[in-house]
């Protein structure tokens, strides 16, 4: 049975660019499962199948929903144990957890900053307010204000990322020498940014980039397929 | 047979501080294999097993030789496959490698800066020399002068530890319910610097001593037992 996502997307359907959501859409192709999107916008989050999460990726799997990216890679593992692993095995697993929180605390508040006013352009009419509200609030200045300060954060931003480019000295990716959950972890905040906003985050010479062009050239394509920000 | 470890120790041979040699002492004591230390100073390293390895650790099993403490675990595993795991599967594997990465690009340049000169004291009069010299070059500056900037950079230094504290919101070990190599990586950063300086690079009240405190329980209390810096 086709799996159902709930994808955020903004006024163009065409562009979803939620990490959390590109972290189960790299899953579900790596278990090579057919799905199909739900576009769903910011303000349309709490009603996703009678309101049983409040953020996004959901999916819905036959009877089954699950919220939440990791559940989710949780649950494809191991409803879906014949297909290619996601962790390969307990140890992976666990430390898929720790790759997650580096992601999210070294990585996301840095691109989330640096891309937020295009974020925000991407919106619709109605979810344009929403999102400058919320967010407003929760950095507590402007978005244009976030937004100024980002050239200010690139380097530190580009120097955190060295345990990644350091271990390219060893293995094409963080699974070793094909890709797995924890890949898609960070590669997922690069396609947040790829996909909304025309910010440089990485210099053009960043040996990551050998990275992150593997990346996109899993499963046929699939990242790279979502136009980028111009 | 009884595994020989070539332990790295200054004056006094009962505090190996080798943050390299900590990860093969906890993974052999993960494992539950018999050991027995070869106190090594710096400049018998190259005399090691006929000169087999520039760095520590070096173990000797049998008529085995194995140097590197990653590549110590993965020897480790692959003979002993009925002990305890070290690794969990092949995701464990490959993720570990990351984890290293972190751990040397994020918490080594700070922990070594700071421990330095507490590491030359711990010196014999004809180590003291080479440590001095070998230091200064790698540096470009004199000993004193690397440790006295330690403050400078400490919060920097703990707030490149916030994916583990937030990990910690998960689960106790980066092993998930229960440790394994990837959490000696990390915990051997900090019984380096435990064992050779007396420099508070965390704050009391920082929750990872809860990890710290359950690693140094580990196997015995073995990391324990060794003498700190007053």
């Not at 992976?92 to 996301?108: D, P, V, Y």
């Not at 919320?134 to 060295?162: Q, T």
């Not at 210099?203 to 979502?226: F, I, Q, S, Y």
Request: some cysteine.
């Amino acid at each position: 049975m086709t799996i159902v996502l709930y994808e955020l997307v903004g006024a163009d359907e065409k562009r979803p660019f939620s990490p959390h959501v590109w972290k189960t859409v790299m899953s579900l192709a790596h278990k090579g499962l057919p799905w199909r999107s739900a576009p769903t916008r910011f303000i349309e989050v709490p009603q996703i199948e009678g309101g049983v999460s409040k953020t996004i990726p959901v999916i819905r799997d036959g009877d089954k929903i699950v919220a939440d990216s990791f559940a989710i890679a949780l649950y494809l593992e191991e409803t879906y144990p014949d297909r290619p692993s996601l962790f390969r095995g307990k140890g992976g697993e666990a430390m898929a957890r720790f790759i997650e929180r580096w992601s999210q605390t070294q990585l996301h508040p840095f691109l989330g900053s640096a891309a937020l006013m295009d974020i925000y352009e991407m919106q619709d009419g109605a979810n344009k307010p929403y999102f400058r509200e919320s967010r407003e609030k929760r950095y507590g200045k402007s978005l244009e204000a976030v937004s100024a300060d980002r050239d200010a954060h690139l380097d530190a931003f580009r120097k955190r990322l060295e345990p990644l480019r350091d271990m390219l000295n060893y293995q094409p990716f963080i699974g070793g020498q094909t890709p797995f959950y924890p890949d898609y972890i960070v590669f997922s905040a690069f396609q947040w940014v790829r996909v909304s906003s025309p910010y440089a985050f990485l210099a053009d010479n960043d040996p990551l980039w050998d990275w992150v062009n593997r990346c996109l050239d899993l499963h046929e394509g699939v990242a790279r397929k979502t136009p980028t920000a111009a």
